[in-house]
């Protein structure tokens, strides 16, 4: 992934309503820039002019399509992983699982963390959770336990 992707772009009260009109709405898009490994959230007036840029530490954004599918590719494509994902009935979950953990060495600051979950019948049953970095644009966790602990290895018998 590179650039900005732009995760969502909603309308709403301008920050200075005091000054418009009650029917005049600011667009404020929410997006991720891959080149600063930071949230941006801007605001635009009605015209269209850029009145705030801000870049909130800590927030999760919900993934573009080709950021789903990229999170996806990563896990099917990784030698430790795609023996358990690449099957038939297995379904992939990873929408909106961004995962960033103060100290942790891939998934803290500047990082675009993502769960990817494998499950069997018809999503009942995880077989794997891995977690990738969309940032570093690699698995980082073949096996990511979610209680914090990372597993020491990756069981391929499922």
Not at 112 to 135: E, K, Q, W
Request: net charge negative; proline share 7%; hydrophobic share 35%.
């Amino acid at each position: 992934m590179r650039g900005y992707v732009e995760s969502s772009r909603v309308t709403d009260f301008c920050p200075d309503q005091s000054e418009r009109r009650d029917d005049e709405r600011c667009v404020v898009t929410r997006g991720w820039d891959y080149a600063r490994g930071q949230n941006i959230v801007r605001t635009f007036d009605p015209n269209g002019n850029l009145i705030a840029t801000q870049y909130p530490p800590g927030a999760d954004l919900s993934l573009t399509e080709p950021e789903r599918q990229r999170a996806a590719a990563l896990v099917k494509l990784d030698p430790r992983t795609r023996d358990i994902v690449n099957k038939p009935d297995v379904m992939l979950w990873h929408g909106g699982f961004a995962m960033r953990e103060p100290g942790d060495p891939f998934c803290d600051r500047g990082s675009r963390c993502i769960r990817v979950i494998a499950a069997v019948n018809n999503g009942d049953d995880v077989i794997l959770h891995s977690v990738v970095d969309l940032m570093s644009d690699r698995v980082v966790y073949p096996d990511y336990v979610p209680s914090g602990r990372k597993a020491a290895h990756l069981s391929l018998e499922h």
